[in-house]
């Protein structure tokens, strides 16, 4: 009975919110507008008797992408976006009914280049920074592989020490403004694309594009690392490296000035004055889009929108200023234009602004009224329902033992089957009257819903309560409906894997529409860019993927294993007791925190110990460093399992062996083993799928550099990395270099199903049968 | 074939399970090229007495022998003694039938194997077959030697089970109820082959069945709650026991 | 007779007992190594999360004075909900400086405007709710208790110093040395935060403010989600296979189905939550139900794997005498098989528990990364989960979170330790060797 109380309860809890009214106001999108979002939320909770919006990060991408998905109160309110909307998304809105939307420029982003607080200063130009990072340069009035390795090269006025640029990785909004205003700049600077546009051939728009693309091309020897994380991961390979200079926005320098020393861009220091004034080079504007048709739907979004762009938050001295936001000075014109509701021109299709939503007067009080949620009438006919499920199983039971007592007939079953046969009877019609209901639309008083349950209920359990006869098989009727129940909960796997080929298939197939299949498994070269032109190869991320699984199975078989064995043969009861749960809190710990220590931890050890002082690499980030924490991570996996498999080997079979005068080790190797063979196959198998699989290990362990290379000391990456990357970027969603994920989770799903299948052909080999 | 040559002598043997006293004084004397039946009723503590006599109670954490066992004289509790050798010396064939997940030839071979006692593939297939024959097995299995040994019969199975133990040569063998899980035809064999084998060993078997001691045995020994009661001639036992307990026994009215 | 004595030594035994002395060895290093690791990892995290557990605050009288919060003077909820955290936050900072100046104590370099800079901007906040809460408080002078800010409470956790202080903007080291006296006074005090686990999510301007209250909560629901669903679905489908199923095809696709499911990245469980629970069936983004949906999916192939072994570990004799006294198949599996197994199913669905608490990578995919500040009030409302919490926190710009961040972890630990408590008890009383 247990399973089937504890259903009804959870239905019971979960159902009654199904439907209500949101009164949450929801923002998502990028992650640099992310921090200036949640200040305003913030403030706007505590002062406006509004509920405090929900926001989100994601990416400026998907954030615009979940905006556009469609109209209502499913959908999202507003999107934050470090870059201008692109016209595949205001497509995408179109097509979903979403007719109108407000562009709203917030303020600026600086953009900055810091180093650690304790080394020398930097006076860097585009030139520069184009100079160190660039992969060729003009030499002599000739392009030549660029070989600088210390900025004194570069530049004499610069310090003499190594050069490592942590830059953006291309998943982010401000690569785009560092590729714009830096390189691209910095490359005509330095006479270079004048160069690389004489090399190219075709036409003069076509020289100019090659060009620019040759000016983007970075050198792939080390010096430019790409950061695919957030701010704080580039502040910590900083904070691990003496040499290097990352890139980081204005807001988060501010916050860590104690700990960084920022460069000056020609001669000019940013501050939010320098920015504001025009004076530094590398800035970006930063907007948010919201959808006005929300504003009479969400209550306190128009508001919400106001006190973002009044002066108090948006303006100078005002709140975000102090969190390192750059005002916008035209941020006057951009509160009077929402204000008159214009809404940005979406092109064709779009309505005329003139029906959008006027600047009513729609004070919080005026609130459309909450429409009256569905979710009661459910949970009454829920109640109603598990009412008579009761009383149908005590007057079932009752009856059974009656007509047992007063005749003299053999009974088939006993009276709990009649009782649960006669409740069955009556809760399957009333659920499927609920269904139906559901099913025609939940509209209508809780007395329609409850009638619709009850009525086929009451039906069904009289004509079961009925049929009670000593004749009756009750418990073959009941055996046949839990059968069923069971089959159905086995099934559900299937139907998983289903949902998960389906979803991917489609995404997938996308992907391909634009990139071609060949190319992407059969390259072995992976280097997204921005504006197209892309090489996604699969083949470095796959090598990495297995490299770091394989190093981490390398830590966490024998240890694990050795460990179960310990464990099982060896140890005392009460170490066992205790051993065996310490060991899986390995397993436990959020793999988050094996990130954090492969960071700060692993990573540098490794990388003082034993890369640099044998020279073979310079990264903290690296295969081992990943592997070494993953195989700690896996251990778990590989010891408690296989210690319950080894456990349960006979006795009979150890003292078989241990009667012909095998030592305990020699019957562990030559019988228990071999018996637990299949089991242990599983349990290896299981680990070997989360090294595969893991994702946040592998982001701040093994670094986000696609290259193919044996040395496990270097940096590489992952498949699972690139799906989040890709994912949570700031590219635009219908990109290929977005799309790229679900290729690249389509290709991960397909691998381990090789791989899974695999294993169980050899687990069946080697079963035994003790039956 | 000289006879009365003790094997194992047991003196005031005690055996505590924890606090629980398992064994108490048993004083007895096994000879060699002899089949010793232990008799009794259930939880007697014949099994526990039978698997003293190689050790393997020392695979038991709370159990706790106390008293002197010595297999020539040489005491096998004695610090010096490395249980592994002594169960080299003192084989066992356990009451279920328990093939290693192998090949019944690894079966057969795992014994030699690992005390080294064969030189060269040749004389461990030697070895394996001999054994085999011994158990009267050889005929049934020679063409799938590499067959799994959990695929025989159950009968088949317990017999590998003796090949096994012979293979190590030893000197005992110790049997606790070998029968017990086979069917009569599987169960007149095995006794057929523990008679065979006592030209070579001497065979201690536990055995539940009366009928089976009298039939296998020269000697039995009847224990009772921890006791040895009675010890004697089969025979003896059987047709004219001395004790009691032990007549109620045989005749069925105790057990 | 035949054969050496038991006395004698000898070489192939003595090198194979030392062969086992090493195998022995080998085991426990192999465990010495695993504790190593984790003592080594809770260590780090211990360090760096014990301090968010202690809090910075000020304790000083303020007069909340009816001419500022209630202009009308009719005491009307409307018209003092107007009044913003601006009105409180300027109260708050005269306050203080009539306390500095009534203590005597020097302000140094610090002019009497930077002295609120010392205080969280959550105070003000604090402060208005407590008046909302209660207008009879207007007019009076109560004693409240202020956190101080993210830089002043760095200060004395090590976080900040003298030095970093002058480079930074947000907190001078005059500020500091004013603190200082203020401790000295007794204003200052640092004493336990219960707010670290009730409070909701802070923004980044207010690392000191930030709090799991939310996470635990979120988190908490999705459990429930996940355990309500998980257990009895993977234990009827374990059953299923393993005891009824016929062993054909059909079962054999659905063998081969779970065993992959286990091991299919639990990143690709967020793509398919977003598929269908988002972008499909339109469940609101943020939601534990959605959480627990998407973690019940990727937690129930793992369990129905152990389940599975545990149900195999039964011996079949237990089984066969179910049958024997004339049970059904179901009856011997739900009165003998089950109750059996019991162990080893709870340790797998403990296990599974584990990681889906931990999980991630998923619930990035599904918005649970979302800023929440108001507590869910059931499975449907937005709300935060632990680990997320954590990632979220590892992202802010404020050194202050990373304290935080750490300090998640270890309430995370906390219940994972619960949870093998409850493990360890089980196995405890039930384990058995066939």
Same mark, same amino acid.
């Given at each position: 009975?247990?399973?089937?109380?504890?259903?009804?309860?959870?239905?019971?809890?979960?159902?009654?919110?199904?439907?209500?009214?949101?009164?949450?106001?929801?923002?998502?999108?990028?992650?640099?507008?992310?921090?200036?979002?949640?200040?305003?939320?913030?403030?706007?909770?505590?002062?406006?008797?509004?509920?405090?919006?929900?926001?989100?990060?994601?990416?400026?991408?998907?954030?615009?992408?979940?905006?556009?998905?469609?109209?209502?109160?499913?959908?999202?309110?507003?999107?934050?976006?470090?870059?201008?909307?692109?016209?595949?998304?205001?497509?995408?809105?179109?097509?979903?009914?979403?007719?109108?939307?407000?562009?709203?420029?917030?303020? @600026?982003?600086?953009?900055?280049?810091?180093?650690?607080?304790?080394?020398?200063?930097?006076?860097?130009?585009?030139?520069?920074?184009?100079?160190?990072?660039?992969?060729?340069?003009?030499?002599?009035?000739?392009?030549?592989?660029?070989?600088?390795?210390?900025?004194?090269?570069?530049?004499?006025?610069?310090?003499?020490?190594?050069?490592?640029?942590?830059?953006?990785?291309?998943?982010?909004?401000?690569?785009?403004?560092?590729?714009?205003?830096?390189?691209?700049?910095?490359?005509?600077?330095?006479?270079?694309?004048?160069?690389?546009? =004489?090399?190219?051939?075709?036409?003069?728009?076509?020289?100019?594009?090659?060009?620019?693309?040759?000016?983007?091309?970075?050198?792939?020897?080390?010096?430019?690392?790409?950061?695919?994380?957030?701010?704080?991961?580039?502040?910590?390979?900083?904070?691990?490296?003496?040499?290097?200079?990352?890139?980081?926005?204005?807001?988060?320098?501010?916050?860590?000035?104690?700990?960084?020393?920022?460069?000056?861009?020609?001669?000019?220091?940013?501050?939010?004055?320098?920015?504001?004034?025009?004076?530094?080079?590398?800035?970006?504007?930063?907007?948010?889009?919201?959808?006005?048709?929300?504003?009479?739907?969400?209550?306190?979004?128009?508001?919400?929108?106001?006190?973002?762009?009044?002066?108090?938050?948006?303006?100078?001295?005002?709140?975000?200023?102090?969190?390192? &936001?750059?005002?916008?000075?035209?941020?006057?014109?951009?509160?009077?234009?929402?204000?008159?509701?214009?809404?940005?021109?979406?092109?064709?299709?779009?309505?005329?602004?003139?029906?959008?939503?006027?600047?009513?007067?729609?004070?919080?009080?005026?609130?459309?009224?909450?429409?009256?949620?569905?979710?009661?009438?459910?949970?009454? =006919?829920?109640?109603?329902?598990?009412?008579?499920?009761?009383?149908?199983?005590?007057?079932?039971?009752?009856?059974?033992?009656?007509?047992?007592?007063?005749?003299?007939?053999?009974?088939?079953?006993?009276?709990?089957?009649?009782?649960?046969?006669?409740?069955?009877?009556?809760?399957?019609?009333?659920?499927?009257?609920?269904?139906?209901?559901?099913?025609?639309?939940?509209?209508?008083?809780?007395?329609?819903?409850?009638?619709?349950?009850?009525?086929?209920?009451?039906?069904?359990?009289?004509?079961?309560?009925?049929?009670?006869?000593?004749?009756?098989?009750?418990?073959?009727?009941?055996?046949?409906?839990?059968?069923?129940?069971?089959?159905?909960?086995?099934?559900?796997?299937?139907?998983?894997?289903?949902?998960?080929?389906?979803?991917?298939?489609?995404?997938?197939?996308?992907?391909?529409?634009?990139?071609?299949?060949?190319?992407?498994?059969?390259?072995?070269?992976?280097?997204?860019?921005?504006?197209?032109?892309?090489?996604?190869?699969?083949?470095?991320? !796959?090598?990495?993927?297995?490299?770091?699984?394989? !190093?981490?199975?390398?830590?966490?078989?024998?240890?694990?294993?050795?460990?179960?064995?310990?464990?099982?043969?060896?140890?005392?009861?009460?170490?066992?007791?205790?051993?065996?749960?310490?060991?899986?809190?390995?397993?436990?710990?959020?793999?988050?925190?094996?990130?954090?220590?492969?960071?700060?931890?692993?990573?540098?050890?490794?990388?003082?110990?034993?890369?640099?002082?044998?020279?073979?690499?310079?990264?903290?980030?690296?295969?081992?460093?990943?592997?070494?924490?993953?195989?700690?991570?896996?251990?778990?996996?590989?010891?408690?399992?296989?210690?319950?498999?080894?456990?349960?080997?006979?006795?009979?079979?150890?003292?078989?062996?241990?009667?012909?005068?095998?030592?305990?080790?020699?019957?562990?190797?030559?019988?228990?083993?071999?018996?637990?063979?299949?089991?242990?196959?599983?349990?290896?198998?299981?680990?070997?799928?989360?090294?595969?699989?893991?994702?946040?290990?592998?982001?701040?362990?093994?670094?986000?550099?696609?290259?193919?290379?044996?040395?496990?000391?270097?940096?590489?990456?992952?498949?699972?990395?690139?799906?989040?990357?890709?994912?949570?970027?700031?590219?635009?969603?219908?990109?290929?270099?977005?799309?790229?994920?679900?290729?690249?989770?389509?290709?991960?799903?397909?691998?381990?199903?090789? &791989?899974?299948?695999?294993?169980?052909?050899?687990?069946?080999? @080697?079963?035994?049968? @003790?039956? | 074939?000289?006879?009365?040559?003790?094997?194992?002598?047991?003196?005031?043997?005690?055996?505590?399970?924890?606090?629980?006293?398992?064994?108490?004084?048993?004083?007895?004397?096994?000879?060699?090229?002899?089949?010793?039946?232990?008799?009794?009723?259930?939880?007697?503590?014949?099994?526990?007495?039978? $698997?003293?006599?190689?050790?393997?109670?020392?695979?038991?954490?709370?159990?706790?022998?106390?008293?002197?066992?010595?297999?020539?004289?040489?005491?096998?509790?004695?610090? $010096?003694?490395?249980?592994?050798?002594?169960?080299?010396?003192?084989?066992?064939?356990?009451?279920?039938?328990?093939?290693?997940?192998?090949?019944?030839?690894?079966?057969?071979?795992?014994?030699?194997?690992?005390?080294?006692?064969?030189?060269?593939?040749?004389?461990?297939?030697?070895?394996?077959?001999?054994?085999?024959?011994?158990?009267?097995?050889?005929?049934?299995?020679?063409?799938?030697?590499?067959?799994?040994?959990?695929?025989?019969?159950?009968?088949?199975?317990?017999?590998?089970?003796?090949?096994?133990?012979?293979?190590?040569?030893?000197?005992?063998?110790?049997?606790?109820?070998?029968?017990?899980?086979?069917?009569?035809?599987?169960?007149?064999?095995?006794?057929?082959?523990?008679?065979?084998?006592?030209?070579?060993?001497?065979?201690?078997?536990?055995?539940?069945?009366?009928?089976?001691?009298?039939?296998?045995?020269?000697?039995?020994?009847?224990?009772?709650?921890?006791?040895?009661?009675?010890?004697?001639?089969?025979?003896?036992?059987?047709?004219?026991?001395?004790?009691?307990?032990?007549?109620?026994?045989?005749?069925?009215?105790?057990? | 007779?035949?054969?050496?004595?038991?006395?004698?030594?000898?070489? /192939?035994?003595?090198?194979?007992?030392?062969?086992?002395?090493?195998?022995?060895?080998?085991?426990?290093?192999?465990?010495?190594?695993?504790?190593?690791?984790?003592?080594?990892?809770?260590?780090?995290?211990?360090? %760096?999360?014990?301090?968010?557990?202690?809090?910075?605050?000020?304790?000083?009288?303020?007069?909340?004075?009816?001419?500022?919060?209630?202009?009308?003077?009719?005491?009307?909820?409307?018209?003092?909900?107007?009044?913003?955290?601006?009105?409180?936050? +300027?109260?708050?900072?005269?306050?203080? #400086?009539?306390?500095?100046?009534? /203590?005597?104590?020097?302000?140094?370099?610090?002019?009497?405007? #930077?002295?609120? +800079?010392?205080?969280?901007?959550?105070?003000?906040?604090?402060?208005?709710?407590?008046?909302?809460?209660?207008?009879?408080?207007?007019?009076?002078?109560?004693?409240?208790?202020?956190?101080?800010?993210?830089?002043?409470?760095?200060?004395?956790?090590? /976080?900040?110093?003298?030095?970093?202080?002058?480079?930074? +903007?947000?907190?001078?080291?005059?500020?500091?040395?004013?603190?200082?006296?203020?401790?000295? #006074? *007794?204003?200052?005090?640092?004493?336990?935060?219960?707010?670290?686990?009730?409070?909701?999510?802070?923004?980044?301007?207010?690392? #000191?403010?930030?709090?799991?209250?939310?996470?635990?909560?979120?988190?908490?629901?999705?459990? %429930?989600?996940?355990?309500?669903?998980?257990?009895?679905?993977?234990?009827?489908?374990?059953?299923?296979?393993?005891?009824?199923?016929? +062993?054909?095809?059909?079962?054999?696709?659905?063998?081969?189905?779970?065993?992959?499911?286990?091991?299919?990245?639990?990143?690709?469980?967020?793509?398919?939550?977003?598929?269908?629970?988002?972008?499909?069936?339109?469940?609101?983004?943020?939601?534990?139900?959605?959480? *627990?949906?998407?973690?019940?999916?990727?937690?129930?192939?793992?369990?129905?794997?152990?389940?599975?072994?545990?149900?195999?570990?039964?011996?079949?004799?237990?089984?066969?005498?179910?049958?024997?006294?004339?049970?059904?198949?179901?009856?011997?599996?739900?009165?003998?098989?089950?109750?059996?197994?019991?162990? *080893?199913?709870?340790? *797998?669905?403990?296990?599974?528990?584990?990681? %889906?608490?931990?999980?991630?990578?998923?619930?990035?995919?599904?918005?649970?990364?979302?800023?929440?500040?108001?507590?869910?009030?059931?499975?449907?409302?937005?709300?935060?989960?632990?680990?997320?919490?954590?990632?979220?926190?590892?992202?802010?710009?404020?050194?202050?979170?990373?304290?935080? %961040?750490?300090?998640?972890?270890?309430?995370?630990?906390?219940?994972?330790?619960?949870?093998?408590?409850?493990?360890?008890?089980?196995?405890?009383?039930?384990?058995?060797?066939?």
């Amino acid at each position: 009975m247990t399973p089937r109380c504890l259903a009804l309860i959870a239905a019971a809890l979960l159902l009654p919110g199904a439907a209500s009214a949101r009164d949450q106001i929801q923002i998502a999108g990028s992650s640099t507008v992310l921090p200036y979002a949640t200040i305003v939320a913030e403030a706007f909770g505590e002062n406006r008797g509004f509920p405090t919006p929900v926001v989100e990060g994601g990416g400026s991408g998907a954030g615009r992408k979940k905006l556009c998905e469609g109209q209502g109160e499913a959908t999202l309110d507003i999107a934050n976006s470090s870059s201008p909307i692109k016209p595949s998304d205001i497509e995408l809105c179109r097509a979903n009914g979403v007719t109108a939307l407000m562009e709203v420029r917030i303020g @600026y982003d600086g953009i900055v280049f810091a180093s650690r607080r304790e080394g020398p200063g930097f006076a860097l130009t585009p030139e520069l920074i184009w100079r160190a990072l660039a992969a060729r340069v003009p030499q002599d009035g000739a392009l030549a592989a660029n070989r600088a390795s210390r900025w004194s090269e570069i530049d004499a006025g610069l310090p003499d020490q190594p050069i490592t640029l942590f830059i953006p990785g291309t998943k982010h909004g401000s690569r785009e403004v560092f590729d714009q205003k830096v390189l691209e700049v910095g490359c005509a600077a330095a006479g270079a694309e004048a160069l690389f546009a =004489a090399a190219a051939t075709g036409s003069e728009e076509d020289k100019a594009k090659a060009a620019t693309k040759a000016c983007l091309e970075l050198r792939t020897d080390g010096r430019s690392v790409d950061i695919d994380g957030d701010y704080a991961e580039t502040l910590a390979r900083v904070a691990a490296n003496p040499d290097a200079i990352g890139v980081f926005g204005l807001s988060f320098y501010e916050n860590n000035a104690d700990k960084l020393r920022v460069a000056t861009v020609e001669g000019v220091e940013p501050t939010v004055e320098t920015i504001a004034k025009g004076a530094y080079p590398v800035s970006r504007p930063l907007y948010f889009y919201v959808k006005p048709a929300h504003f009479d739907l969400v209550p306190g979004l128009r508001d919400y929108v106001l006190y973002f762009l009044s002066d108090e938050i948006a303006g100078p001295g005002g709140l975000l200023s102090g969190y390192g &936001l750059v005002p916008d000075p035209a941020l006057a014109e951009t509160r009077a234009a929402v204000d008159a509701g214009r809404v940005l021109d979406m092109g064709e299709g779009a309505e005329p602004s003139a029906t959008t939503p006027a600047p009513a007067a729609s004070a919080p009080e005026a609130a459309p009224p909450v429409t009256e949620a569905g979710g009661r009438p459910i949970l009454i =006919a829920l109640l109603a329902l598990a009412v008579l499920g009761a009383a149908a199983l005590v007057a079932g039971r009752q009856r059974a033992a009656q007509v047992r007592a007063a005749g003299t007939a053999i009974f088939h079953s006993v009276p709990a089957y009649h009782g649960a046969l006669v409740l069955l009877s009556a809760v399957l019609p009333g659920a499927l009257g609920l269904l139906a209901w559901g099913g025609v639309g939940p509209g209508g008083s809780p007395a329609l819903a409850v009638s619709a349950t009850l009525l086929p209920g009451l039906a069904g359990g009289a004509y079961g309560y009925a049929r009670i006869s000593p004749d009756l098989r009750a418990r073959t009727a009941v055996e046949r409906v839990v059968m069923a129940a069971l089959i159905g909960c086995s099934l559900i796997a299937v139907l998983t894997t289903a949902g998960i080929f389906a979803s991917l298939v489609v995404e997938a197939g996308h992907f391909f529409k634009l990139y071609p299949a060949a190319d992407f498994f059969f390259s072995t070269t992976w280097n997204p860019q921005f504006r197209g032109g892309s090489s996604l190869g699969i083949w470095p991320l !796959i090598w990495g993927t297995f490299y770091v699984s394989f !190093i981490a199975l390398l830590v966490a078989v024998p240890v694990g294993l050795m460990s179960a064995i310990y464990l099982a043969e060896y140890a005392s009861k009460r170490t066992r007791a205790w051993v065996k749960p310490a060991i899986e809190i390995l397993a436990g710990i959020p793999t988050i925190v094996y990130g954090l220590f492969a960071l700060i931890t692993v990573g540098p050890l490794l990388r003082d110990w034993f890369a640099q002082p044998l020279g073979i690499g310079s990264s903290s980030s690296s295969v081992m460093t990943a592997g070494l924490v993953m195989g700690i991570m896996v251990i778990p996996f590989v010891s408690s399992l296989s210690d319950d498999i080894i456990n349960a080997v006979p006795q009979s079979l150890r003292d078989g062996s241990l009667g012909l005068g095998a030592t305990p080790s020699e019957t562990v190797r030559q019988v228990v083993l071999p018996a637990a063979l299949p089991g242990i196959v599983g349990a290896v198998l299981l680990a070997a799928s989360r090294a595969i699989g893991e994702t946040m290990i592998v982001v701040m362990g093994a670094g986000a550099a696609a290259k193919l290379s044996l040395n496990p000391f270097e940096a590489m990456t992952t498949v699972t990395v690139k799906i989040v990357s890709q994912l949570t970027g700031d590219t635009e969603f219908a990109s290929p270099e977005t799309l790229v994920a679900f290729a690249l989770g389509l290709t991960l799903f397909l691998v381990t199903l090789g &791989l899974n299948v695999l294993a169980l052909v050899i687990v069946r080999k @080697y079963r035994e049968q @003790y039956e | 074939m000289d006879i009365e040559t003790v094997k194992i002598k047991a003196d005031k043997v005690q055996v505590f399970y924890g606090e629980n006293h398992a064994i108490k004084d048993v004083d007895v004397n096994i000879l060699d090229k002899t089949v010793t039946a232990f008799i009794g009723p259930s939880g007697c503590g014949k099994s526990t007495f039978l $698997r003293c006599l190689n050790r393997m109670n020392d695979t038991i954490p709370s159990c706790r022998v106390e008293g002197r066992i010595t297999l020539d004289d040489e005491d096998i509790y004695d610090p $010096r003694v490395d249980p592994v050798q002594l169960r080299a010396k003192v084989g066992m064939v356990f009451q279920k039938p328990n093939p290693f997940p192998k090949s019944i030839y690894d079966n057969v071979a795992y014994g030699p194997r690992i005390h080294g006692l064969t030189r060269s593939k040749a004389e461990l297939d030697e070895v394996v077959e001999k054994s085999l024959r011994r158990a009267a097995l050889w005929n049934e299995v020679k063409d799938r030697l590499q067959a799994p040994g959990t695929g025989l019969s159950g009968g088949q199975q317990q017999r590998l089970c003796i090949a096994r133990a012979v293979a190590t040569e030893p000197e005992v063998l110790l049997m606790d109820e070998p029968c017990s899980a086979l069917d009569p035809i599987a169960t007149a064999q095995v006794e057929e082959l523990i008679d065979e084998l006592r030209t070579n060993f001497s065979v201690v078997i536990v055995t539940h069945s009366m009928q089976q001691a009298a039939r296998v045995s020269q000697k039995t020994a009847f224990f009772h709650l921890g006791n040895l009661v009675e010890y004697g001639e089969t025979t003896q036992i059987f047709t004219n026991p001395r004790d009691p307990r032990t007549e109620s026994y045989i005749t069925g009215r105790i057990g | 007779m035949s054969g050496k004595s038991l006395f004698a030594k000898d070489a /192939r035994t003595a090198a194979r007992n030392r062969a086992e002395g090493r195998f022995r060895a080998y085991g426990f290093s192999a465990i010495v190594l695993a504790l190593l690791a984790l003592v080594w990892l809770l260590i780090s995290i211990l360090g %760096a999360g014990a301090p968010a557990f202690r809090q910075t605050f000020l304790t000083f009288p303020v007069t909340l004075d009816a001419k500022l919060l209630d202009k009308s003077g009719s005491g009307d909820p409307a018209a003092l909900s107007k009044v913003t955290t601006t009105t409180y936050g +300027k109260l708050i900072a005269k306050a203080l #400086e009539a306390e500095i100046a009534a /203590r005597g104590i020097e302000a140094g370099e610090v002019k009497a405007k #930077e002295f609120a +800079k010392m205080l969280s901007e959550e105070s003000s906040a604090t402060l208005r709710t407590m008046v909302l809460a209660d207008p009879t408080l207007i007019g009076q002078t109560i004693t409240f208790r202020a956190l101080a800010s993210g830089r002043i409470d760095g200060y004395y956790k090590g /976080r900040v110093t003298m030095e970093s202080a002058a480079l930074d +903007k947000n907190v001078s080291p005059a500020q500091l040395v004013l603190a200082d006296r203020l401790k000295d #006074e *007794g204003v200052l005090t640092i004493a336990f935060n219960p707010g670290f686990l009730t409070m909701p999510d802070a923004s980044d301007k207010r690392p #000191e403010a930030a709090g799991l209250g939310i996470a635990i909560v979120g988190s908490f629901l999705m459990m %429930a989600v996940v355990l309500v669903l998980s257990l009895p679905i993977g234990v009827a489908a374990s059953v299923y296979l393993e005891e009824f199923a016929p +062993k054909n095809r059909w079962t054999d696709l659905i063998e081969v189905n779970i065993a992959n499911l286990a091991a299919v990245p639990s990143i690709v469980y967020g793509i398919l939550g977003l598929a269908i629970f988002i972008n499909f069936a339109g469940l609101p983004q943020s939601a534990p139900i959605v959480g *627990g949906l998407v973690l019940t999916l990727m937690t129930l192939p793992r369990i129905i794997i152990p389940t599975r072994a545990a149900l195999k570990a039964v011996p079949p004799s237990i089984r066969d005498a179910a049958l024997g006294v004339g049970a059904s198949k179901l009856q011997t599996v739900f009165h003998h098989v089950l109750p059996l197994a019991m162990p *080893g199913i709870l340790t *797998g669905m403990i296990i599974g528990l584990a990681q %889906a608490l931990g999980e991630t990578a998923p619930l990035l995919l599904i918005g649970m990364v979302a800023f929440v500040r108001d507590f869910p009030g059931g499975f449907f409302d937005p709300a935060a989960a632990l680990p997320v919490q954590v990632y979220n926190w590892t992202t802010r710009g404020d050194p202050g979170f990373v304290e935080r %961040a750490s300090g998640a972890i270890i309430v995370l630990l906390a219940f994972l330790i619960l949870m093998n408590a409850v493990a360890i008890y089980l196995r405890r009383k039930f384990e058995r060797r066939w």
